[in-house]
């Protein structure tokens, strides 16, 4: 199945205006990191004043990196969440077990088995597939093999790694994806999201979509 158009996650935001500025863009989705090692981390009080900002039918979504379920819960507590995003090595049992819908992140390497994984974490509502680079959980700016994803999957394909407004046409051309997700992408810094960025990301996807019938 082909999605009606591919929706958008704005990830990695940091303040309440910018949040207000992807939305206003077009963003589906805009990511809060809690993740210390993260340029782009945000604590609990930070991520609920973002999340306050955020108009309805926008989902905020919690980004962990094997972060223990007391830690989890403390956010779960503090900050409004619609989904989880899972970046480390959790289980399928531990993603299901805060009854929140999940999506668990993939660091596609040359050994990786999509399929696989597809199976391992079936109750996920997505895979988000992102480029392994050793020692690192994402937000590298790097983009992998496109081709290495099954067609029969891109349903459940959250695409990233590596995604700008300059490539993400292409990549929405080969992979038809149910979603995209950006975060270096739309940076004029390491950690700083742009306004013009993320609405140039949001135009190319929209003009992808238009040319490829999605």
Not at 19 to 43: C, E, I, N
Not at 80 to 109: M, N, T
Not at 136 to 163: E, K, N, Y
Request: proline share 7%; net charge neutral; glycine share 8%.
């Amino acid at each position: 199945m082909t999605p009606a158009r591919t929706r958008i996650k704005i990830c990695g935001l940091r303040d309440p205006a910018m949040a207000q500025s992807a939305a206003r863009a077009g963003a589906d989705a805009v990511g809060l990191v809690f993740h210390d090692a993260s340029p782009r981390s945000v604590d609990p009080a930070q991520a609920a004043r973002v999340a306050a900002a955020v108009p309805p039918f926008v989902t905020t979504v919690g980004l962990f990196v094997d972060a223990p379920s007391s830690r989890v819960e403390e956010i779960l507590a503090a900050v409004p969440l619609g989904l989880l995003q899972f970046h480390g090595d959790e289980s399928p049992a531990f993603c299901a077990s805060f009854g929140r819908p999940w999506i668990k992140a993939v660091r596609v390497g040359e050994q990786t088995d999509l399929v696989e994984c597809a199976l391992r974490f079936s109750g996920a509502s997505a895979l988000l597939l992102d480029a392994f680079v050793p020692g690192q959980h994402g937000g590298t700016g790097q983009s992998f093999d496109w081709s290495r994803i099954p067609s029969a999957l891109a349903q459940r394909i959250v695409l990233s790694g590596g995604l700008d407004p300059a490539n993400v046409g292409a990549a929405i051309a080969q992979v038809r994806p149910w979603a995209v997700d950006v975060s270096s992408g739309v940076e004029s810094a390491r950690g700083v999201k742009d306004a013009a960025r993320i609405e140039a990301f949001v135009r190319s996807v929209k003009d992808a979509d238009a040319r490829h019938g999605a």
